[in-house]
């Protein structure tokens, strides 16, 4: 492994459905981050992570869960995804939360119908 | 509020130079970027400016003006592989990021 990488790239989910996306960093990142990505809008941060064990809410946290049970794995969990979750989502870390760069997953793009 | 704003898209030509402007409105100040996200890619780090000024990489230059809330990306000897969008995030106070919506840049030869 290589930076971040995130799981499955793609898929297409039924409302109502739980899933969760994987995020894995090899990086001893202290601080990981989610984000939506849709079109005509910034990226928007979900949740994110300042250290293994802690966890916070940003922006758009709604409908949305966290874990961070160690420092290389931050899994994002929708408990019964609807529609309007259909975005492209985006694993990112940093060294630290004040540190000057995130480093950005490849993406997992998520339509639920 | 929280506010970033960009141009949505411009068009260049190969060879030549082009600057996308970000203006921002944040409630605490602490750094302004600059990244680039090809299309169905991730977006890759460019540029940290959080001090007034210019500051130069190859062809790509970053500037920031703290008083006017504003900043740009400079792009010389534009290449097509410098199609891409270009998005402009401010760094608040509690170290998140507030993002723009992103200039689509389109290169033409």
């Known amino acids: 492994i290589a930076g971040i990488t995130q799981a499955p790239t793609s898929q297409i989910l039924a409302a109502g459905r739980r899933m969760t996306l994987r995020c894995t960093q090899d990086?001893?990142?202290?601080?990981m981050y989610w984000y939506r990505q849709d079109l005509g809008l910034g990226l928007r941060l979900i949740h994110y992570?300042?250290?293994?064990?802690?966890?916070g809410k940003g922006e758009v946290p709604d409908g949305y869960s966290v874990s961070r049970a160690n420092t290389d794995d931050f899994p994002l969990t929708l408990a019964s995804a609807v529609p309007s979750q259909t975005s492209v989502y985006f694993c990112?870390?940093?060294?630290?939360?004040?540190?000057?760069?995130?480093?950005f997953g490849p993406g997992t793009r998520l339509t639920v119908l | 509020g929280q506010n970033i704003d960009q141009p949505t898209e411009m068009t260049a030509t190969e060879g030549a130079i082009v600057q996308i402007n970000c203006t921002y409105q944040?409630?605490?100040?602490?750094?302004l970027f600059w990244y680039q996200q090809h299309a169905g890619e991730a977006p890759t780090f460019l540029s940290y400016?959080?001090l007034d000024g210019l500051e130069e990489k190859g062809r790509f230059s970053s500037f920031l003006s703290r008083s006017k809330g504003y900043s740009y990306l400079l792009l010389k000897e534009l290449q097509m592989k410098d199609s891409a969008s270009y998005l402009c995030?401010?760094?608040?106070?509690?170290?998140?990021?507030?993002w723009g919506a992103g200039t689509k840049l389109i290169i033409k030869p």
């Open positions: 990112a870390s940093s060294l630290g939360l004040e540190a000057d760069t995130q480093y």
């Open positions: 990086m001893r990142h202290n601080a």
């Open positions: 992570s300042n250290t293994a064990g802690t966890t």
């Open positions: 944040t409630s605490g100040f602490n750094g």
């Open positions: 400016n959080v």
């Open positions: 995030a401010g760094k608040e106070s509690n170290y998140q990021l507030i």
